[in-house]
């Protein structure tokens, strides 16, 4: 009975230490990983839009450049010229796909668009965070909606050639990028 009574004992003790710990530990880092996070986003701002920076600068450069304004907990980023950018998130094949996409400012036509966050299979849905791939977004319109059609088909100004092999993944973003523009446009329309 006693050597029962040590045990439990020795386990609350050992799992109030670990807890501490952990909360201590938690306490810490909190502040660290939200402010990587606050430059991860204006990094991604701040390529969309292709503006250079460096490491020492990204602040200044993104407060001198980049205005924010919320509309009904959406974050939109605006240059002076009208250019607008915001998050797009959603489910890709194998996980969640986070990117920022720029609109001209006729807000129906994609400037550019950044892949912050992918699950994809690398080397294949991967792909999608490629330059040369993203680089294929540019200059298409997003009104009535954006189609990923598949290599080399590509002829309307909405349509977008796929990535050979990951079919999936590019239809994946296509959604993606479809339903958060429906979402974001009517807001758009308020600024």
Do not use: C
């Not at 880092?29 to 969309?48: C, H, M």
């Not at 294929?136 to 100004?157: D, S």
């Amino acid at each position: 009975m006693k050597d029962r009574l040590l045990m439990i004992v020795f386990i609350l003790v050992l799992g109030s230490i670990l807890t501490i710990s952990l909360i201590a530990v938690d306490n810490y880092t909190a502040p660290i990983i939200k402010k990587n996070n606050e430059i991860k986003i204006k990094k991604s701002v701040l390529d969309v839009f292709g503006i250079p920076y460096s490491k020492d600068t990204i602040e200044k450069v993104f407060s001198d450049t980049v205005e924010i304004r919320k509309i009904q907990n959406k974050t939109f980023y605006i240059l002076k010229n009208g250019d607008i950018a915001f998050e797009i998130k959603g489910s890709g094949v194998w996980g969640p796909i986070q990117a920022m996409i720029a609109l001209k400012s006729d807000k129906k036509t994609i400037n550019a668009m950044v892949i912050i966050y992918q699950e994809e299979t690398p080397g294949l849905g991967g792909r999608i965070a490629d330059k040369s791939f993203l680089s294929r977004f540019k200059g298409k319109k997003v009104v009535p909606e954006l189609i990923l059609v598949a290599h080399g088909k590509a002829k309307g100004v909405n349509e977008v050639n796929a990535i050979t092999g990951a079919t999936l993944s590019s239809k994946a973003l296509q959604k993606i990028i479809n339903t958060n523009i429906r979402e974001y446009l009517p807001l758009i329309g308020r600024m």
